[in-house]
């Protein structure tokens, strides 16, 4: 399973809420220990993101839309 996956899955109760990088993290390390720290970063499944890494990053596919610094509103996708 890729990243851009689990972040979906284990945001999914969470859709259409605004949450902190914080909650983002705690949550998917919750449902995913074995993530890697480096992994486990919600911009890089956000729009309007330079991230490299990030399959969903910029696309319709995308987890999050980004509100402000260090904070996310979680996509119904």
């Known amino acids: 399973m890729e990243n851009c996956d ?3 899955v284990a945001m999914k109760p969470y859709a ?20 890697p720290v ?5 911009s890089e499944h956000a729009d309007n993101t330079n991230a ?3 399959a969903c990053a ?9 509100v402000e610094r260090g904070v996310y509103s979680v996509r119904s996708v």
């Open 52 to 54: 490299t890494q990030g």
């Open 16 to 35: 259409g809420k605004t949450l902190s990088t914080a909650k983002i993290t705690n949550v998917v390390w919750n449902r995913y220990p074995e993530m």
């Open 6 to 8: 689990k972040f979906r």
């Open 38 to 42: 480096g992994s486990n970063k919600p």
């Open 58 to 66: 910029g696309t319709p596919r995308r987890v999050f839309s980004r």
